[in-house]
C-alpha cells in the first residue's frame, strides 16, 4: 500500500486528487511553488467538505480526518518521502521534464513518479529521469473527487511492477482504473473527438444549428450535454487545443481534423461559460438557461440523422481504438461511461444498433465525401463479415 504521496500543482486538478488521496487515508502533501495557489486550495477544501457535511456524505470527524492528511509545502524538495508522486501542472513537456528531474534527486530510487497529462507521452516524460521504468501516466478527470474514471498509461519504458502498484493502489482509492496504451489522446481524448468533431461538421455544412445539434444528442442519444455546450463548459481553447494536439500527433489524419468555427470562436474570445459566450450567449441570463433559450428546431428526422452520424463516429472511434490495441474492449466502454458520462458503452452500443449497421452507415458517409475522416475501422468489416459482437 502506497502511503505518503506527493501532488505538484495546487491547482483545481491537483488540490482534487489531493482530496482523493487524503480521502483514501494517504498522508498527503501538495506542493505549489505560488503560496496564494495553496491558500487558495486550503480554502476550496474546507468549503467542498463543508458542502458534504451539508449534504450528510460525511461527518466533522471524517471533515478533520481528510484535512489533516493534507500538508501544504512550497518547495519540491518537501516531497521526498514520497511512495508516489503525481504532477498536475502546465501542458509543456519541458516544464514537466524540468521539475521530474528536480523531484527525481530527491526522493528515493522507489517513488513512483506519476503524470497527470492528458496528451503528452508518457514516454518522452520518462526519458527526463535516471530511472525511467519508474514513471508511468495517472490521468484524473475534472473533477477528480467526482468522476469514477482514472487512465492508467505505462510507457515503453514503465516496468510491470510500477503499472501493478498503481492499479492496485487507485482501484483502493475507490477509483475505475482504465489501462491505456501511451498513444495520443488515451482512450477518452481520443474515442471522444467525433462528438465534437463530427457536431462541427453538421453544423458548417448547414444541417442544423447549435442548438438543434445539442437537442439531439440529449433528447434522442440520452447524452447529458450536448457537444456545444459541452465545449462551453470545457472552454473553447483548451477543446480546440486538445484536437490539435491529437491531430497533430496523428500526423494530421483526417479523422482528427481541427475546426474552422472553432479556431475562430476561440481566437475571437468566444471561449464558452467562462467568458460569458460560447456557442451560447451566457451575457444576461444564467447558464444553465442559455440553452433552453436558444431554441432548437425539434424535428426528429433531422434529430435522428445528427445522432446517427455523431454515434457511429463515436463506435468507429473506439472499435479502432480497439483494433491497435489502445485499451481492451472493456476499458474502452468504461472509459467513456465513467470518464465522460457517456449513456452506454460505445462498443455495448454498436452491439445493440449492429455491427452490420455500423458498417453500413460509414460505408454510405465514405461514399458521399470520399474522404478517409469516414474509413470504416477494419475491425468493424471484420466482425461484420464473421457475425460476430463485441460482447456475449
Excluded at 29 to 47: R, S, W
Excluded at 121 to 146: D, M, T, W
Excluded at 211 to 224: E, H, L, P, Y
Aim: proline share 3%.
Amino acid at each position: 500500500m502506497i502511503k505518503n504521496v506527493g501532488i505538484i500543482g495546487a491547482g483545481t486538478m491537483g488540490s482534487g486528487i489531493a482530496q482523493v488521496a487524503a480521502t483514501a487515508d494517504c498522508k498527503v502533501k501538495l506542493f505549489d511553488l505560488n503560496q496564494e495557489a495553496l491558500d487558495k486550495a486550503k480554502v476550496a477544501l474546507e468549503k467542498i467538505l463543508n458542502r458534504l457535511i451539508e449534504k450528510g456524505r460525511i461527518d466533522a470527524g471524517e471533515k478533520s480526518r481528510i484535512q489533516g492528511n493534507i500538508t501544504y509545502v512550497n518547495q519540491l524538495k518537501d516531497l521526498a518521502d514520497s511512495d508516489l508522486s503525481i504532477e498536475a501542472i502546465v501542458e509543456n513537456l519541458e516544464i514537466k521534464q524540468k521539475v521530474f528531474k528536480e523531484l527525481e534527486s530527491y526522493v528515493s530510487e522507489d517513488c513512483i513518479i506519476a503524470s497527470n497529462t492528458s496528451s503528452l507521452s508518457i514516454a518522452s516524460v520518462a526519458a527526463s529521469l535516471q530511472k525511467p521504468e519508474r514513471c508511468i501516466g495517472i490521468h484524473f478527470f475534472n473533477p477528480a473527487p467526482l468522476m469514477k474514471l482514472v487512465e492508467v498509461i505505462p510507457a515503453v519504458q514503465t516496468s510491470q511492477n510500477v503499472l501493478t502498484a498503481c492499479a492496485k493502489e487507485i482501484t483502493r482509492w475507490k477509483k475505475v482504473v482504465a489501462i491505456a496504451k501511451d498513444t495520443p489522446g488515451f482512450i477518452v481524448n481520443r474515442v471522444a473527438r467525433p462528438f465534437y468533431g463530427e457536431a462541427l461538421r453538421i453544423y458548417e455544412e448547414g444541417i442544423a444549428d447549435f442548438a438543434t445539434i445539442d437537442w439531439a444528442m440529449k433528447s434522442i442519444g440520452g447524452f447529458r450535454m450536448g457537444p456545444f455546450e459541452l465545449m462551453d463548459f470545457i472552454g473553447n481553447d483548451v477543446n480546440y487545443t486538445v484536437t490539435e494536439t491529437v491531430f497533430n500527433a496523428f500526423y494530421q489524419d483526417p479523422r482528427y481534423k481541427p475546426s474552422f468555427t472553432q479556431q475562430r470562436y476561440s481566437q475571437a474570445g468566444y471561449l464558452g461559460r467562462k467568458s460569458g459566450r460560447g456557442y451560447y450567449n451566457y451575457g444576461d441570463v444564467e447558464a444553465e438557461n442559455a440553452f433552453a433559450k436558444a431554441n432548437p428546431k425539434e424535428n426528429e428526422e433531422t434529430g435522428n440523422l445528427i445522432f446517427d452520424r455523431i454515434l457511429v463516429m463515436l463506435i468507429n472511434e473506439a472499435a479502432d481504438a480497439l483494433f491497435w490495441n489502445i485499451a481492451s474492449a472493456e476499458d474502452i466502454d468504461n472509459a467513456m461511461t465513467k470518464g465522460v458520462n457517456y449513456p452506454k458503452g460505445l462498443l455495448a452500443w454498436a452491439d445493440e444498433k449492429g455491427i452490420g449497421w455500423c458498417v453500413e452507415q460509414m460505408d454510405g458517409l465514405y461514399e458521399e465525401y470520399r474522404e478517409d475522416r469516414y474509413r470504416c475501422s477494419p475491425l468493424l468489416r471484420r466482425m461484420s463479415k464473421e457475425g460476430k459482437r463485441f460482447f456475449d
